[in-house]
């Protein structure tokens, strides 16, 4: 029953998902204009709980990254999708999931939601052992609402995982930050704020340019308030897929 009520709602939204990017694309394009920025950001189509289906939709219409939230359904899409896909890790890792995904995601582009030194060392020797040619790109998760409920280190304890990523994990780039916002999933104008705060510090006691650090911020319902705030990643899911299905998770 739940498969094939599945596989009828992908029929019926054949054509829906393009729809819906190419809006998603022009409202990111009208973002970027009235915050006066010349490059857009790069827009990760958040695909958990979709089927294989609606994914391959968003790819036939130019996307090429992809969000997923759980180790196990990243694991089984990405065989089945082409392999130029740049698959960005989303949800809370777990450590002991952390081999797991390198090993079975060869073309794993980022692990969004490093928030601990134990994950960024089990990362770095998963990318070693696995013998990539490439580092792995990382960004700390930083919790910018101060709910307890949420995942992410502190803003007070954000430069010290940078640095030790920066200096003791040679398998990993660190590429920036990343926030949630608010429990609901919302983010108000103060997480973003929190977030570029944490970011201009980590480029100061780290010697690097505040611009070379990427901001992970915004998704379905605050993306375009996230632009205009300066984020360079934006996650966006409901808004191109349709709501979710969590009957089977």
Known sequence: MHTNCIVALSAESKGMVAKSLSEVLVRVASATQRASRVNPPRLVAVSKTKPL???????????????ENY???IIEKVPQMPNDVSWHFIGHLQ????????????NLFMVETVDTVKLANLL???????EWDRKLNVLVQVNTSGEESKFGVP????????????????????SGLMTIGM????????????????????AAELQLQEESLELSMGMSGDFESAIEMGSTNIRVGSTIFGARDYSNK
């Open 124 to 130: 770095d020797k998963a990318v070693e052992s696995a």
């Open 53 to 67: 289906e609606m994914l391959l939709e968003a790819y036939e219409a130019g996307q090429r990254s992809f969000g």
């Open 71 to 73: 180790v196990q359904e």
């Open 183 to 202: 429990p609901d999933y919302t983010s108000k104008p103060e997480n973003f704020q929190c977030l570029s705060k944490c970011r201009r510090q980590v």
């Open 155 to 174: 803003p007070n304890e954000v430069v010290e995982l940078c640095r030790h990523i920066t200096q003791e994990c040679g398998h990993l780039t660190l």
């Open 95 to 106: 450590s002991n999931k952390a081999k797991q995904i390198v090993n079975s995601v060869p």
